[in-house]
């Protein structure tokens, strides 16, 4: 995972550099903002757990609409 990927997959999640760090259990924010910024490498255990988290949140957002859309679809009655 790129600098920019990094970037865009926390942006994805609504995450701060903070939230960021806290969720993927980094020590420090620094640590989030290095990978943001290219200084550090972004570990693969990291980015695959972005990825997961980024999988889980569209899995989320479908459900929801899919719920939504049913809530407001009404019921057709039988006309006989």
């Known amino acids: 995972m790129t600098a920019p990927e990094y970037r865009a997959a926390i942006a994805a999640l609504g995450l701060t550099q903070g ?6 259990g980094l020590r420090a924010i620094k640590t989030s903002w290095n990978y943001a910024n290219g200084r550090t490498p972004i570990p693969d255990p990291i980015a695959k757990l972005l990825e997961h988290m980024q999988r889980v949140k569209l899995r989320q957002l479908r459900e929801k609409a899919r719920r939504r859309k049913k809530a407001i679809v009404p019921k057709q009655e039988n006309v006989t």
């Open 19 to 24: 939230q960021a760090a806290k969720a993927l």
